[in-house]
């Protein structure tokens, strides 16, 4: 299996414009997780989803920020507009269950100007 | 509200020696945790686990301790080589909910 797959691997965009990262879970896992990683606030859980459904979007910063999962190969996360504060690596990692391990894809590094 | 603190951004330890790494919780309800291990430019990789119901979980050079009392968690590595050098994620489950630290940076020194 190749793994959790993220597109694009790198980003760069101007404020206000719309940025669209991609996940391709490892196939039979039912949980597909996005995170963010900053230097203060390390990892941070955005949204999960179970099933393709999303359990537990407490973790979206705000309206700004939404994800879909139409299949259980594939999910997006999407910002729009975008602002500067939101440049991090954005991790997509997926499990069996909530609780098995998860596997995290390379990351989309981030850069809003 | 950091839920899961590890308050040492970095450890260098020679190698051959004990790596220890910290990790507090706040939250007595967390009953999984598990720590992650991140290299540069890569995805974090998981390493090892223990649920709340036990205190102590060994694979290889890798032990996790579990202090439910003191709501503290830690790595320890032995022996350490340099190959371990990486940023080092603990995390801690609850319900649906899933918390990770800021992460420490291990330097293993040749």
């Known amino acids: 299996d190749a793994g959790v797959i993220q597109s694009p691997r790198h980003e760069v965009t101007e404020m206000g414009q719309e940025v669209t990262l991609r996940c391709k879970p490892i196939?039979?896992?039912?949980?597909l997780f996005w995170y963010r990683q900053t230097m203060m606030r390390g990892l941070e859980l955005l949204i999960y989803?179970?099933?393709?459904?999303?359990?537990?979007d407490s973790g979206m910063p705000e309206d700004r920020f939404s994800a879909k999962m139409p299949n259980a190969s594939f999910s997006t996360l999407k910002i729009q507009p975008s602002e500067p504060r939101d440049s991090a690596v954005y991790f997509c990692?997926?499990?069996?269950?909530?609780?098995?391990?998860?596997?995290f894809g390379p990351g989309t590094r981030l850069l809003v100007l | 509200d950091q839920q899961v603190k590890q308050n040492s951004p970095s450890l260098s330890v020679q190698e051959g020696r004990i790596s220890i790494l910290n990790c507090d919780y706040t939250?007595?309800?967390?009953?999984?945790f598990l720590w992650y291990k991140k290299y540069p430019a890569e995805g974090p990789t998981f390493l090892i686990s223990?649920?709340?119901?036990?205190d102590k979980n060994e694979d290889g050079r890798f032990t996790v301790f579990l202090n439910k009392s003191a709501k503290h968690l830690s790595l320890h590595i032995v022996p350490s080589q340099p190959g371990d050098s990486a940023v080092y994620f603990c995390?801690?489950?609850?319900?649906?909910?899933?918390?990770f630290g800021t992460g420490t940076s291990l330097t293993v020194i040749p």
């Open positions: 196939s039979g896992h039912n949980s």
């Open positions: 989803f179970n099933n393709n459904v999303p359990i537990d």
């Open positions: 990692a997926s499990s069996r269950d909530r609780k098995e391990t998860q596997y």
């Open positions: 223990i649920s709340s119901i036990k």
């Open positions: 995390a801690a489950i609850t319900g649906n909910q899933f918390y």
């Open positions: 939250n007595s309800m967390f009953d999984y």
